[in-house]
């Protein structure tokens, strides 16, 4: 799945279908079975990762979320990497920038948020919001965006080097299944306060957003920090997806349980008389 | 259970048993149902927390966990407040303080981690480390630590006029609980990154603990941040106890959906066009 999803050279994001469940033969019912198949994989992963981090080596895991306005960053976050243990996680969405934010170098805020060592950290939107909607809404001038790229690429190098591992996935939905998402919160009480009348402003600019995207998927998947394109128009296979790439990100890492570093007999002959 | 569980004003920590079960009459299997069944109901009720702060209510609720090493924070947090959305939460673990909180008050630390409106803040240690090792292992000098309990009782007080509800728990678990769980870390690989040989050290000041924390509980109980003492030998109804005093303190806060702030046919018109 991992292959299939990354995006290559002569990426081309109109050529990934948002209904696509690429890797995965089965439907919805099986999907929901691999999720919870894996679940306890991935969280004893991190479990590890925890454990090394503890044991002094300076590794973590950076899960960069983006992806238009109901694509499903929060499920996401709620359905997989909840199922790990909150202690190794640390997740933060990012908004508008605040007006202290605003008077730093648009990384500043990225930086401070980045995973300890041990965590998985999940940014919900992230720097790219600086070269997505600052470029199709004209928020920042053409050539302060045209910066960002160049900028990204030696921060992300910066952080991989660090000894953080960043896997970044964009959700990709289409249009219509964003009017049904959206036309859903009209429908229910419970969901007015996830509405708000920019959601439809904003569907005028999604052809430009669209190619906002490629933009940033083609300048800036590097082999530190690749992106994985998701299909996102099925929850239940954009789940299991991002759970089977956080999964093989950590395998990667070649995880270990730390060795006892006291003598463990004499420790139990010492508790035993405590 | 909450009425059981809250320490009264003629508390004492003598008195509450260990492996007892207040105001639950089933065992394990029961707990462990009960548990799952009231798991949807906090998850909503947070929901709504944070809906209403989305709508200008600054709101939000603290968990201050306390107890001693192996007494089942962890567990806690993973298993009861891991339940509802993690957008929805905000833990920390405090830690010995590093060089730069040293420089501060010992409450700076604390309110930097206070949580934003509409989130569940978890505090795993807290503001009470100042006055429970601090004592017992003399970090700071007696007379320092006695102010330290007004300071705690304004300190809190500030923040339930905030809009905070302050919900703080101690897992009181058992000295032979306690060598029961540490010697499973002494006996699998996969767990001796848990343990510490300082542990067994600690247990020689069990009694002076038992007194520090009874003398917290009696001086730092007041209407708007309670304690709740939470007998913790039986991991399945800590939780379970927990998950109810959660439960509890969200429904105490009357929250309902917001109304929309926006014309909701009109908005289904719109959407349709877009």
């Given at each position: 799945m991992r292959r299939l999803l990354m995006a290559g050279?002569?990426?081309?994001?109109?050529?990934?279908?948002?209904?696509s469940t690429p890797g995965?033969?089965?439907g919805k019912k099986e999907g929901a079975a691999a999720l919870a198949a894996g679940a306890d994989v991935l969280s004893s992963l991190q479990e590890k990762l925890f454990a090394e981090s503890r044991a002094g080596r300076e590794i973590a895991v950076l899960l960069v979320l983006q992806g238009m306005d109901t694509s499903g960053k929060g499920g996401i976050l709620r359905h997989v990497v909840g199922?790990?243990?909150?202690?190794?996680v640390q997740h933060h969405a990012f908004k508008a920038p605040t007006e202290e934010e605003q008077?730093?170098?648009?990384?500043w805020r990225v930086r401070r948020r980045l995973p300890e060592p041990g965590v998985i950290g999940v940014f919900?939107?992230?720097?790219y919001e600086d070269v997505l909607i600052h470029r199709v809404r004209g928020l920042s001038a053409p050539d302060e965006v045209e910066k960002r790229y160049p900028a990204i690429r030696s921060f992300e190098e910066e952080i991989a080097t660090s000894g953080t591992r960043v896997l970044k996935v964009m959700l990709h939905i289409s249009k219509d299944e964003q009017k049904a998402r959206l036309a859903e919160r009209l429908e229910r009480k419970d969901k007015y306060?996830?509405?708000?009348p920019g959601d439809v402003d904003e569907r005028a600019y999604w052809e430009q957003y669209q190619e906002a995207y490629e933009a940033v998927v083609e300048r800036t998947s590097t082999p530190d920090a690749p992106w994985y394109v998701v299909p996102a128009d099925r929850k239940w296979y954009a789940r299991l997806a991002v759970q089977q790439l956080l999964t093989a990100t950590l395998e990667d890492m070649q995880l270990s349980w730390p060795r006892a570093t006291f003598d463990v007999e004499a420790e139990k002959r010492r508790l035993a008389a405590s």
């Open positions: 050279p002569d990426f081309s994001l109109a050529a990934v279908d948002p209904p995965f033969d089965g199922l790990v243990d909150p202690q190794g008077h730093h170098d648009f990384l919900d939107r992230s720097h306060w996830k509405y708000s």
